[in-house]
């Protein structure tokens, strides 16, 4: 927004440079707005595809997948939610919600005590809690699935909520540190005097006060969760437990070839996530350049 | 007092614990394992030193992983690396400020599109009768072009990076967007000032200025590029054949169709030392290791 005014200043001041500079780029914009829209067709066109056919009978979509549905089947979308697609949305829900509130609350006591006190071994502690960061999941995959077996959670939601708050702590700590690095020393100190605890400081005043970042850190890990496939995959094998991602390919598996069904499957399964992204997109940028800046 | 001692400790133990306990400890045991030979649900296990190593290298489905890695590494890096930085000077362009935040938006939508939906939904791009694909190779009149994509070993490996390019791009272009944001709108006016044109000013300004996130870009994305698992297990599951095999779908494979997981776990091994590798190298070209 400044700089906008900056350069309207700019403007008036050396006018006729910049008119003759305008009409320049005018002609300027032609290449990159075709990039944009050559682009644009690229990521629309599929999608798009998706929407109109997951309205149509899987013989109109195999006679004409380009063409609008001559009738708008809603009732692809009622079958595929019958079909199992209910079940997966329930599990991923309670999954996402459980994982989104557990790691977000131990990453801020986390947060907090690694900002707030001075303590031997901080900076160790430090390094372990972010240092997973670059650890991928595949990596440990057989010795993690021997232990979820070994503690007997394989096939319970848990063995999908534990290691996802484990495998989100680095990021969410980061995020939250580097908010409760912020908040002024005073705050706390005149709250120690009224003799507050430590936790009671918690609680009454860092988590209120960093509701925003919290709430990123709540997005961020409801985007990992929500979409998650190879833990999903392999630590539940009931069909009854399954969350979407995995449970979507059981779904193609009993659907075959009906695949208005499978489309509009497929719809509501990315619904949720898009809805949740076009309102709260100011806090997902924020959260993933953040989470993303320390490499 | 001694609560008081305690306290910080008390509040980071739950972090600690749980990732020690699912983050930690299965990297240290994922070593172990490497060196010995079992089974999913039997209790013992065999040692068998490097075998599981000398077994994989003579294995030719461990090279085509390999080499479909190495490829999805390059490609990657094309696409998204520079792809990304290119789509978001264009959208940080003044020239493009009216639409610029629509256009980010839908570029940015695959990226939280579930990936098991997308690559479902590529399924029926690439189907040799319906796909948008082939029709629209068709609508141009080439015909010849005209392919099973996913089901011939020349092609399978390519239309599943191009996949997770289609969903990933978005994300690298995003970060791309934040680094440029942040940059002094100074340095642009005086090159204006210079007249200097767009392609300069990309070079001059907007690339060493987001010099940071390129190593960041690059590092998610090579580390991505190794570790891949779910696009080719989905769209594919390596096949036809071997033909689309990564290291991920072939961990997968070893450890859950085949049950040997200590097989397995050298795979595992070598994938964390390929992607550490890209990156210890990568901190040496960049040489932002000082700034830390």
Not at chain 1, 183 to 202: I, N, R
Not at chain 1, 254 to 282: C, D, E, H, R
Not at chain 2, 55 to 69: G, H, S, T
Not at chain 2, 269 to 290: C, E
Request: hydrophobic share 50%; net charge neutral; glycine share 6%.
């Amino acid at each position: 927004m400044e700089a906008d005014k900056v350069t309207s200043t700019d403007y008036s001041i050396q006018s006729t440079r910049v008119r003759s500079n305008r009409r320049k780029n005018v002609s300027g914009a032609i290449p990159l707005y075709t990039i944009l829209i050559f682009y644009f067709l690229i990521i629309a066109y599929p999608l798009f595809w998706m929407v109109i056919n997951s309205f149509k009978t899987t013989e109109e979509i195999f006679s004409n997948s380009w063409a609008l549905p001559t009738s708008w089947l809603v009732s692809n979308y009622v079958h595929a939610w019958n079909t199992g697609i209910s079940g997966y949305f329930l599990n991923s829900t309670i999954v996402t919600i459980s994982t989104c509130l557990l790691t977000v609350f131990i990453s801020s006591l986390g947060a907090y005590g690694l900002t707030r006190f001075e303590f031997k071994g901080k900076k160790l502690l430090l390094i372990l809690c972010m240092g997973g960061m670059m650890l991928s999941p595949q990596v440990s995959l057989v010795p993690l699935y021997k232990l979820i077996q070994a503690m007997g959670i394989h096939d319970t939601y848990l063995a999908l909520i534990l290691p996802y708050v484990a495998y989100r702590i680095p990021i969410t700590v980061l995020l939250i540190r580097a908010a409760f690095l912020e908040v002024p020393k005073e705050m706390e100190e005149s709250a120690f005097l009224d003799g507050c605890s430590t936790w009671k400081v918690f609680i009454k005043i860092f988590l209120p006060l960093n509701l925003p970042i919290l709430f990123t850190g709540v997005i961020l890990t409801a985007y990992f969760t929500w979409n998650e496939f190879m833990f999903a995959l392999i630590f539940i094998d009931s069909d009854s437990l399954k969350t979407i991602p995995a449970g979507l390919m059981q779904f193609r598996d009993a659907l075959q070839t009906n695949w208005g069904v499978l489309l509009a499957g497929l719809m509501i399964s990315a619904i949720p996530i898009i809805t949740l992204f076009l309102f709260l997109q100011k806090y997902f940028v924020r959260g993933l350049a953040s989470g993303s800046l320390k490499g | 007092m001694t609560l008081r001692k305690m306290a910080p400790y008390l509040y980071i133990a739950p972090c600690i614990l749980l990732m020690g306990l699912f983050v930690y400890y299965p990297i240290v045991e994922n070593f172990r394992f490497a060196f010995y030979e079992f089974s999913a649900f039997a209790p013992d296990k065999v040692f068998v030193g490097f075998e599981n190593f000398l077994a994989l290298f003579q294995d030719e489905v461990f090279y085509i992983a390999l080499k479909n890695n190495i490829w999805y590494a390059i490609i990657s890096i094309v696409c998204q690396v520079f792809g990304g930085l290119v789509l978001a000077a264009i959208l940080e362009d003044p020239l493009t400020r009216l639409f610029s935040g629509f256009f980010r938006t839908a570029f940015f939508l695959p990226v939280i599109i579930s990936i098991t939906v997308i690559a479902l939904l590529f399924s029926f791009v690439y189907n040799p009768d319906i796909g948008i694909l082939n029709s629209f190779l068709r609508l141009l009149g080439l015909e010849e072009w005209t392919r099973a994509w996913l089901g011939e070993s020349e092609t399978a490996i390519f239309a599943v990076i191009a996949v997770s390019q289609w969903q990933s791009i978005g994300y690298i272009m995003m970060l791309f967007i934040v680094a440029i944001q942040s940059i002094p709108q100074e340095l642009y006016e005086a090159a204006d000032i210079d007249g200097a044109n767009k392609f300069y000013k990309f070079l001059h300004i907007t690339v060493p200025q987001v010099k940071e996130m390129l190593f960041v870009a690059t590092l998610i994305t090579l580390t991505g590029a190794f570790t891949v698992f779910n696009e080719p297990y989905i769209l594919t599951s390596g096949g036809p054949g071997n033909a689309s095999e990564v290291l991920g779908t072939l961990l997968y494979k070893s450890a859950f169709f085949r049950d040997e997981m200590g097989y397995a776990s050298a795979i595992a091994t070598i994938i964390l030392v390929l992607s550490l590798g890209a990156a210890i190298i990568q901190m040496k070209l960049f040489k932002t290791g000082k700034e830390d």
